[in-house]
């Protein structure tokens, strides 16, 4: 019969102490921020111009040398056409039509996705090009899936047609490439 009580109160005791872990540890989960509340704001491109701005400001007045707007302003406007001239057309995604007997080639860090037609890899080397969907290296002359994001970390590798097909590739092209004949 003693054992029987110890047995009742120790499930009570076990029970208990799930139920109070069970609350406390749902209620520390609720304590994290949703994005975009109060305690988590969600923050804009302009916000973020204009407190850095002002932190130049600061700075600029601490070192003795003061700017007024339009200086800050004329600032701001040459470091963003130097980063566009920097970023070049690499920032532009290309629809680009390789027609058969063409092949088309990476220059250093292009990338391509083939949307249309039956690709085969090229490469002037040993190495293949980085197919960083499947996580593969693909080898020249084997073929290129459609809708899988290709790499080319350096260039002289490209994409062309396989052996026998009519019909024209078209592919995605993010970075400069040319258009070269096959041989």
């Not at 601490?62 to 001239?85: H, I």
């Not at 290709?150 to 490439?177: C, N, S």
């Amino acid at each position: 019969m003693r054992f029987k009580s110890l047995k009742l109160v120790l499930s009570i005791l076990v029970i208990g102490f799930a139920v109070w872990f069970g609350t406390k540890w749902t209620s520390e989960a609720e304590t994290t921020d949703t994005p975009g509340s109060a305690n988590d704001p969600v923050v804009t491109k302009s916000y973020i111009d204009k407190q850095v701005a002002e932190l130049v400001k600061a700075e600029l007045a601490k070192q003795g040398g003061g700017v007024d707007d339009k200086k800050l302003q004329e600032m701001f406007d040459a470091f963003r056409e130097e980063m566009a001239q920097s970023g070049g057309s690499s920032s532009k995604v290309e629809v680009v039509t390789v027609p058969v007997g063409k092949r088309l080639v990476a220059k250093d860090g292009a990338e391509f996705i083939v949307r249309a037609g039956k690709a085969m890899a090229y490469s002037s080397d040993a190495n293949g090009i980085s197919d960083l969907t499947d996580g593969v290296d693909i080898k020249n002359g084997k073929p290129v899936p459609n809708n899988h994001f290709i790499l080319f970390p350096r260039g002289g590798r490209g994409v062309t047609a396989q052996v026998g097909q009519k019909a024209a590739l078209t592919v995605l092209v993010r970075g400069d490439y040319e258009m070269q004949v096959q041989q």
